[in-house]
């Protein structure tokens, strides 16, 4: 007589499927290497934010290819004139602006320069370096942030005066090579970006502070460095309050020279928007050339944090 015993079943141990996202038939769940997929809506929002940031500019291209009845209009010439290479020309006379752009030039690199050397090594030596009141300094230069720019316009004017600068480009330049928002944008990064084990390993293999800057540092503060460089570089092109205060009409930057277009009684807007036209478009070159290396660095940025 042969028995049978009974077959025991074993558990199935396989993890039950993760529920789909919140919504309908699970449309919003997302695996691994998949993007999400924009609606209607999206691209609606995208198109108005566009159209907002463009207009600004296609106005300015408008203006400034009309003349002045043309402008103050009812209504205002939608679509771009015949007058526009006379404008410029009218604008880039008037105001000098070639001297203008090249003092420019000069004004916001050194400021850009300055800034990104300077605003990293503060950042490092506060992210990552141990020292006797390191925190109390960070807060005095977060402090300053809160101060008004124009409480120090009349000492600052004084300071220059004493030095002999007044009308100078060195005292546009000088007075903000280092910043701290700079300070702060930097040492915040350089927290997540660059590990202590790092640092300690570069010490280890016997490199001095100053190669643990270039070769370690440096490198891993590059995509900050990209995005504040192009914030301090788009501040310094704009800045029109103190160059304005500190440089005379013979030596102007490019805000300064628009502002003497529009200085007269009847300023012609056309010539107006012309100039500014004219001083739009480095900034467009810039963000052409380095728009790349920009975005990198802001999306790095974004990962990292």
Not at 292 to 299: E, R
Request: aromatic share 10%.
């Amino acid at each position: 007589m042969t028995t049978t015993s009974p077959t025991k079943t074993v558990p199935d141990l396989a993890p039950a499927p993760l529920p789909a996202a919140p919504g309908k038939g699970g449309r919003f769940k997302i695996g691994a290497g998949q993007q999400l997929r924009g609606g209607p809506f999206t691209y609606i929002a995208l198109i108005v934010v566009g159209l907002g940031s463009v207009l600004p500019l296609y106005w300015t291209l408008v203006a400034a290819s009309h003349d002045q009845a043309r402008v103050l209009d009812s209504p205002p010439p939608l679509v771009p004139g015949g007058r526009l290479w006379h404008n410029l020309q009218a604008a880039w006379e008037q105001a000098n602006l070639a001297k203008a752009i090249v003092n420019t030039v000069i004004v916001a690199g050194c400021i850009t320069a300055a800034t990104l050397f300077f605003c990293t090594l503060a950042g490092y030596a506060f992210a990552k370096m141990r020292f006797r009141g390191r925190g109390a300094l960070m807060t005095a230069v977060i402090a300053t942030l809160t101060i008004p720019p124009q409480l120090s316009v009349v000492p600052l004017y004084m300071m220059m005066s004493d030095i002999g600068w007044n009308g100078k480009l060195e005292s546009v330049i000088f007075p903000t090579l280092v910043g701290a928002f700079g300070v702060f944008f930097m040492r915040q990064y350089l927290l997540e970006a660059l590990p202590y084990e790092l640092i300690e390993a570069a010490k280890v293999d016997g490199a001095s502070n100053i190669r643990i800057v270039w070769n370690v540092v440096l490198p891993a503060a590059r995509p900050a460095m990209m995005v504040l460089g192009m914030l301090t570089f788009v501040q310094a092109w704009n800045d029109f309050f103190w160059p304005f205060l500190a440089l005379d009409q013979e030596n102007p930057t490019i805000q300064v020279a628009l502002g003497q277009l529009s200085a007269s009684y009847t300023p012609d807007q056309s010539i107006v928007m012309a100039g500014a036209l004219i001083s739009t478009l480095p900034l467009l070159l810039v963000f052409v050339i380095f728009g790349k290396q920009i975005v990198g660095g802001i999306m790095a940025g974004a990962v990292k944090g």
